[in-house]
């Protein structure tokens, strides 16, 4: 796994879209998917486990150059970048 926390930028054009119109991509433990927490800025992220049918845990990069666990919506994740943005989590 990388060790630095690199974004992938999206052009502005692609926006998010307001959480009820969200749809969960097929989700496969261990598969490689990308998560946004705004402003078109996205990472790379693992699937490490399906909690329920409503949370996931991933992997991501965190701020310090490791890799962090994060519980997040299923339909918070994208298997693009630009479905990630489409997606962005919600605080």
């Known amino acids: ?3 630095s926390r690199k974004y992938i ?6 926006k998010p879209i307001h959480y009820n119109r969200r749809r969960t991509p097929r989700l ?15 990472l790379p992220c693992t699937l490490k486990e399906i ?7 991933v992997n991501a ?3 310090f150059g490791d890799w ?6 299923a339909d918070e994740i994208g ?13």
Do not use: L, Q
């Open 61 to 63: 990069p965190s701020e």
């Open 28 to 42: 496969v433990i261990g598969k490689g998917y990308f998560i946004c927490f705004g402003n078109n800025k996205v």
């Open 9 to 14: 930028s999206v052009p502005k054009v692609i």
């Open 51 to 57: 909690v329920d049918k409503e949370f996931i845990i």
């Open 68 to 73: 962090t666990n994060f519980r997040i919506y």
């Open 1 to 3: 796994m990388p060790t």
């Open 79 to 91: 298997e693009t970048p630009e479905e990630a943005v489409v997606n962005t989590v919600t605080m």
